[in-house]
Nanobody, 123 residues
Framework: QVQLVESGGGLVQAGGSLRLSCAAS????????MAWFRQTPGKEREFVTT????????DYADSVKGRFTISRDNAKNTVYLQMNSLKPEDTAVYYC????????????????WGRGTQVTVSS
């Protein structure tokens, strides 16, 4: 059973950067697509970005294009989210998710989830 643990969240000023990590244990991420979602209180969890097993297929939500970069190190069973030019509206709990097969932008397709890491961007 794959278990995911996010880290790297914190408090940052607008315009700053953070790098989130998602480490997998209990199994390999071979064949898994990975994604980041985020959620704020009272709202549904929203898609941020996804990457396929090889890293050759990547997709971003329009709201983060040009500012966020997803990457993965399969040897380390870890996925990263580099977040630059952060805005107050990026404040949320960020969740890592994994699924076997093609990357998808909807939460219902993902079988494995981390517990999330809080990102707070002050203005």
């Amino acid at each position: 059973q794959v278990q995911l643990v996010e880290s790297g969240g914190g408090l940052v000023q607008a315009g700053g950067s953070l790098r989130l990590s998602c480490a997998a244990s209990g199994g390999t991420l071979t064949g898994y697509s990975m994604a980041w979602f985020r959620q704020t209180p009272g709202k549904e969890r929203e898609f941020v970005t996804t990457i396929n097993w090889s890293g050759g297929t990547i997709d971003y939500a329009d709201s983060v294009k040009g500012r966020f970069t997803i990457s993965r190190d399969n040897a380390k069973n870890t996925v990263y989210l580099q977040m630059n030019s952060l805005k107050p509206e990026d404040t949320a709990v960020y969740y890592c998710a994994a699924r076997r097969g093609l990357p998808m932008g909807f939460t219902t397709y993902y079988d494995h989830w981390g517990r999330g890491t809080q990102v707070t961007v002050s203005s």
